[in-house]
């Protein structure tokens, strides 16, 4: 039987411990606990992993996976070092694209250009793959830095708005403003 | 890959959590175990040989755990290469190189701590001593 005193003394004594052997507690994935009484009464953190800083440079997303119990009333824990996986990224277009005549043609015109062979799906990830990157190009090029253009849209805008508050705004900036507002 | 399990297994006695830890290293492709209270003092060689069927299997027992029993360390001998073990009260320390990339020098502690704080309180400082060697 632990008593409570005892009990936070144990724990005081864990601490100083892994002050002192500079050991460092990794992130717990899945559960809180490791260890459960059959009753369901009482759970423990029980198991644990702690790593150096130096185990930290080598694997730095190192983390603790609980799994669930199946062969004792303790989980494994299983220590991997990995990477926040956000899955596959998805292909994105712009409308404006859309809009252009240019658009359609580039397309088609690259799409027939890639020579790949295998089989039919992995055929369609490759081209796709291919397309986003030449996309990128396509886009820089004809439409230039979208961001950086509406970076200095919104700049233009605020400088109009800043004029209009001090009622320093004439009737040639008030149709600068309407053209801005609607590009 | 860096992938190492940690299991109080409660004694390994019964054939099917044999299954399940051969399971974890081979299909999940676990590169180091360490189990604690095994619990059976004759869990040798041909144990572990039969436990998991293979010889790319190396091991580091330690028996000197007061009560409850024992723990053990167990490597796939394709992910780390042992240079050195240290059996301390209640711990393994096992030293070696992780197969990945040029080779990682790592150090692995498997600790079984004791229900008295006294107890806990040599094991700790131990493992301290040995991190500072």
């Not at chain 1, 632990?2 to 005081?12: F, L, P, T």
């Not at chain 2, 059996?87 to 692995?108: P, Q, Y």
Request: glycine fraction near 6%.
């Amino acid at each position: 039987m632990v008593s409570g005193s005892d009990y936070s003394r144990e724990i005081r004594g864990f601490n100083e411990f892994i002050e002192k052997a500079e050991l460092l507690d990794i992130p717990m994935i899945g559960r809180k606990f490791t260890w459960y009484k059959p009753n369901g009464m009482t759970k423990s953190r029980i198991d644990r992993v702690l790593v150096s800083k130096e185990w930290l440079e080598v694997w730095p997303n190192s983390k603790q996976f609980i799994y669930s119990r199946s062969v004792s009333d303790h989980c494994v824990l299983v220590i991997k070092d990995s990477c926040p996986d956000w899955g596959p990224k998805p292909f994105r277009s712009l409308d404006i694209w859309q809009k252009d005549s240019r658009f359609r043609d580039f397309v088609r015109c690259k799409w027939l250009s890639y020579e790949v062979h295998d089989r039919g799906l992995f055929v369609f990830k490759e081209k796709l793959k291919k397309l986003k990157s030449d996309l990128k190009v396509w886009n820089r090029e004809v439409f230039g830095d979208v961001k950086q253009a509406g970076e200095i849209l919104k700049n233009k805008i605020q400088e109009l708005d800043a004029r209009d508050d001090v009622g320093d705004l004439d009737e040639e900036g008030r149709l600068e403003m309407r053209s801005l507002l609607t590009e | 890959m860096m992938k190492i399990t940690s299991l109080n297994v409660r004694g390994l006695g019964g054939s099917n959590k044999r299954r399940y830890l051969k399971e974890l290293i081979f299909k999940e492709q676990v590169g180091m175990m360490c189990i604690q209270e095994t619990k059976c003092s004759e869990f040798g060689k041909e144990n572990c040989f039969n436990m998991l069927g293979s010889n790319e299997i190396d091991w580091v027992k330690n028996e000197t755990i007061n009560n409850a029993g024992e723990i053990i360390t167990i490597w796939r001998r394709s992910c780390f290469h042992l240079s050195s073990f240290f059996n301390g009260n209640n711990f393994s320390v096992i030293e070696g190189e992780w197969k990945v990339g040029d080779g990682v020098r790592v150090t692995i502690v498997n600790v079984y701590s004791s229900r008295s704080l006294k107890e806990n309180k040599v094991i700790w400082d131990e493992i301290i001593a040995c991190r500072a060697s």
